[in-house]
């Protein structure tokens, strides 16, 4: 029998991509689609049913920081860099807490100057 702290523990954690791709909660759980994050769109949402930074009192304590961080390398590197799938490679989903491309991601990458 585990101990109250692992039940706990148990209860608190939940995985955000099996939510992000739950079928009762998104029109086209596995497509990426931008658009999903129009302010309408957002509006028919359910305020917890997108948490990449988890929510409530333990929501991540990174998540401006990593926000700010993300925005400032995308747009750096997208106005450097062409980037492309690697030939040959087929791409796989594999999820333990976070979902993650199986074997990595490689990618062609080219300088745009
Ligand atoms: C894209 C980047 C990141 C993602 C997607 C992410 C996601 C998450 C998630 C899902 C949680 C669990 C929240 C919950 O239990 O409800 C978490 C917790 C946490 N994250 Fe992040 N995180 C990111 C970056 C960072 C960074 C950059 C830091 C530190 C500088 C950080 C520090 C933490 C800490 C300390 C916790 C534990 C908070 C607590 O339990 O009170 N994370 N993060």
Redesign the pocket.
């Known amino acids: 029998m585990p101990s109250p702290s692992v039940i706990r523990r148990i209860r608190?954690?939940?995985w955000?991509w099996v939510m992000h791709r739950h079928r009762k909660l998104w029109a086209e759980p596995d497509l990426f689609n931008p658009e999903n994050f129009d302010p309408e769109a957002k509006a028919q949402h359910h305020r917890f049913q997108y948490?990449?930074?988890?929510?409530?009192?333990?929501?991540?304590?990174?998540?401006s920081?990593?926000?700010a961080?993300?925005l400032i390398l995308l747009s750096y590197w997208l106005t450097q860099f062409s980037f492309r799938p690697a030939p040959d490679h087929t791409v796989f989903p594999t999820a333990i807490?976070?979902l993650r491309p199986l074997g990595g991601m490689p990618l062609r990458v080219e300088s745009l100057r």
């Open positions: 608190r954690r939940s955000p948490i990449p930074f988890g929510a409530g009192p333990r929501v991540c304590i990174g998540m920081f990593a926000q961080e993300a807490a976070t």
